[in-house]
């Protein structure tokens, strides 16, 4: 393919959530753009997510831009429900999206980007990055790792509580994918929950519309150079999401604090004891999925760019929608995730405009 027929005013990497709202937006403006997705098929981050997996608000307020999500049977959508809904999305709004494009890096010629993929290059006069943090898993250092002769695995990785019915498994992280991992592995395997401090719990009727809620009146009151107390909804804190629940009930959701090491066959404990265990499974967050960008802009350790709003401080004619509270406000959900691809898309509309 020559030099036109792969050039494009925009080019957006990665086909998840974040993706398609900049492209709902993109609609009405004249720019010729491209989605370049890595998946199969469309669902993002969703379709690697473990087969529980539901989210933490009713299908009312959790939706993208334009179109409502469909309502659920259960309280919370399912994964399948989420898959389904962003599918019908893609194609109601006739998105241009092409997969699977795996982008290796993104380069800068002649006031231009080079998109290098596994199916050629791409060339465009402005990116949006939208590869959010699955792409990124996080597992911290623990001195002895790589003696450990049972199995790691990241919940980036975990599918199903089957997969370590009868062994003896130890789940790490304080956060949501802890508790609910924790939850249901339980259920079939004999589990210790390892935590760097005490896990917090929200109040049962607190979901994440609630917190939504929240979020927005904190952003608001920090716009206005007022102060938000937020001490009553850490937005950090477990969802008592149905799973959770239930676990509390069975007594399962207490943490036996920190480990300071591994050993061959398991942990050491701060006080000096051992514990043998057949899997680790780590809850333990991530980082985010910028790598592509590495030659174009300094990210810090977990991936992190600078960013005024949504566009690189170091790189014009760069956007990164989607990764969370350093790309926007709730930017990583679905309902939170417009906000940003709206104001981002202005800004390419008249980035793109003043190029000329």
Not at 85 to 98: A, D, F, N, S, T
Not at 135 to 151: A, D, L, R, S, V
Not at 245 to 259: C, D, K, T, W, Y
Not at 321 to 345: D, M, N, P
Request: hydrophobic share 35%; charged share 25%; proline share 4%.
């Amino acid at each position: 393919m020559n030099h036109k027929e792969q050039a494009y005013d925009l080019i957006i990497i990665g086909g998840g959530q974040s993706a398609l709202a900049c492209g709902y937006y993109l609609r009405r403006t004249n720019i010729k753009y491209l989605i370049l997705d890595d998946q199969e098929k469309c669902g993002g981050a969703w379709l690697h997510a473990w087969n529980s997996l539901t989210l933490f608000s009713p299908a009312e307020h959790s939706s993208l831009p334009g179109w409502l999500m469909p309502k659920s049977h259960n309280q919370f959508p399912a994964k399948e429900e989420v898959i389904q809904y962003i599918g019908e999305y893609e194609k109601r709004y006739q998105l241009p999206v092409q997969r699977p494009v795996n982008v290796k890096e993104v380069l800068k010629e002649n006031e231009s980007f080079h998109i290098i993929s596994d199916k050629g290059s791409f060339y465009s006069k402005a990116v949006i990055s939208a590869t959010g943090t699955w792409g990124h898993p996080f597992i911290p250092e623990i001195p002895g790792q790589q003696k450990f002769k049972g199995e790691q695995l990241h919940s980036a990785n975990y599918k199903t509580p089957e997969d370590f019915k009868g062994k003896k498994v130890l789940v790490v992280g304080e956060g949501n994918s802890g508790a609910q991992i924790l939850a249901e592995v339980s259920k079939v395997a004999k589990t210790v929950w390892t935590t760097r401090k005490t896990p917090e719990f929200l109040p049962d009727d607190v979901d994440g519309r609630v917190l939504f809620d929240q979020a927005s009146a904190r952003y608001y009151a920090e716009k206005k150079g007022e102060k938000f107390d937020a001490s009553k909804y850490n937005l950090g804190n477990i969802v008592m999401v149905p799973s959770v629940q239930e676990a509390r009930e069975r007594n399962i959701l207490r943490s036996n604090g920190q480990f300071k090491a591994f050993t061959e066959f398991g942990v050491l404990w701060e006080n000096g004891e051992e514990e043998a265990f057949d899997a680790v499974i780590w809850c333990t967050g991530f980082g985010y999925a910028t790598n592509h960008l590495n030659k174009i802009v300094s990210t810090d350790e977990r991936g992190k760019i600078t960013t005024k709003g949504t566009h690189s401080v170091e790189e014009r004619g760069l956007w990164l929608v989607g990764y969370g509270g350093w790309t926007g406000f709730a930017s990583a959900t679905l309902i939170g995730v417009g906000r940003s691809a709206r104001e981002t898309i202005k800004e390419v509309e008249e980035y793109l405009k003043n190029r000329k």
